[in-house]
Structure formats: C-alpha cells, structure tokens
C-alpha cells in the first residue's frame, strides 16, 4: 500500500504526466495496481524508440526507410500516422527521482502550463486529494477526462471531464493556490 501524504496523487499524475508529455499520448489510462501506477496509452509511432535497439547504424536505416517509403507511398493529402501502444510503471521511488528531475527543468515564472498534461492530471490528483481519496483509474483522450476514485467514506466514484470543464477546474485551482506552486 502506497503511504499517502496529503497532496500525494496531486504529485504523482503530475510526474507521470510530465514524464509521458514527449510520447504526446492519443489516449492514456493510469490505474494503480499494488503500490505502482501502471500507464497505458497508444501514441504516433514516432515518438517511441526502442533503446535497447539502438545502434549507430539505426538513424541511417530509420533515413532510408523513410526515403523508400515516401519514393513508394502515392501521396494523399493526409498525413501518415501510425499509432501504438506504450506502457510504463511507476513507483514510489520512480516519482521522487522524475520529481526531483522535473524541478531542475521548471520554469522561472512559477506558472505552470495548465495546457501541458502533467498539469492536467495534477488536476485530477488534486480532485482524488481533496475527497481524501485513493485512485482507481484515470482515462485521458482528445476531448476528456475520465477518473474513478475511491473516496475516504470507500465510495467509488466516477467523474467525466470535458476539455472546457477541465480548464475551469484548472482556472479554480490556479485562483485558490494565488501564485504559490504547493504540489
């Protein structure tokens, strides 16, 4: 069982976020299982890379693949997106360590992006914290949020988000907080 400190989820999809930012995920679903957060999702086949794959020669055969298949491809206006699915698993250490290295990299402002998906699933976290919740599961796509809880009374609930809905969440949170940047 994870030990829970207040502000706990908060920070954690807040890491998980920002760790999968760079995938920019099409979908996403975080669950936690046991004591790790276990995240799945499809992304454009682009952004992932398989390292243990990677050689010096792996650029210039990714070039030449590219090369054929545009020589070979008819054009048809659309671009070509290939999705797959990527999965990660999080545990406690994991987020210290992506948190400790996500605070070198924050911006000087103190205003965090509420666009970028870390901050949209701290969002999330800070709904789980404040019902002194435990997490069930969260889904992401396009156009919503969809989280599902297990509140301090045990009651599992299950909210939706919209884009819009999210974003005056975020805009209520943001005006609470009044510049500091807690979690």
Known sequence: ???QAP???ARALRVIGQDLADLFPENLAIELQGDSFVANGMCSKNRIEDPSVATPWSGLKRIGEKFVTRIL???SGEPDL??????RTYNAQDIDRLDIQGT???NSSGMPDIYS???RLRTIGKVIDAHNGR???V?????????EYQDGDGRVRKEELNNTELYQLQQRYAAERGGSNPA
């Open 135 to 137: 997490i069930v599961r």
């Open 82 to 87: 290939e999705f797959v699915q990527f999965s």
């Open 73 to 75: 491809k008819t054009r």
């Open 7 to 9: 502000g706990y989820y």
């Open 117 to 119: 998906l870390g901050e």
């Open 139 to 147: 889904f992401k796509d396009l156009h919503q949020v969809v989280y």
């Open 1 to 3: 069982m994870i030990e």
């Open 104 to 106: 070198v990299n924050r």
